[in-house]
């Protein structure tokens, strides 16, 4: 199981990449693999400002429909255009080009909140 270790977790399985006060956020390779083949990536809160553990949009998959959640609260900046022709690419490259948001961050303490590799891991059992 792939858990770079230069980025931060949730317990619900997103990945975040904290590069100044702009965060990209995507799902972990675990949860893509729970999942299984991604059809769909439906991200529609653009512009909104997203509080941290809300759900800031969803992922289809050949079995389930899964629910992303927001770790750190902030505006939601960018969409990865690339997920709507090739949602796939979210199983193929999970922490590259699969990442799904970028958000401006609105308060940056919450950034210690969230699990590095090793607890991340442990989290999943890896």
Not at 40 to 57: H, N, S
Not at 72 to 91: D, H, Q, Y
Request: no cysteine.
């Amino acid at each position: 199981m792939n858990i770079p270790a230069e980025l931060k977790y949730t317990k619900d399985h997103e990945w975040v990449r904290v590069e100044g006060d702009v965060a990209t956020i995507g799902i972990t390779d675990f949860a893509q693999s729970e999942l299984g083949d991604i059809v769909y990536v439906e991200i529609e809160t653009v512009g909104d400002t997203v509080e941290k553990e809300a759900v800031f949009g969803t992922v289809e998959a050949v079995k389930t429909v899964s629910d992303l959640f927001m770790p750190l609260t902030g505006e939601v900046l960018e969409l990865n255009s690339k997920l709507e022709g090739e949602p796939e690419l979210v199983n193929s490259d999970p922490y590259g080009d699969g990442w799904m948001v970028k958000v401006k961050i609105a308060d940056a303490s919450q950034v210690a909140d969230l699990l590095d590799a090793a607890a991340y891991g442990s989290l999943i059992g890896a």
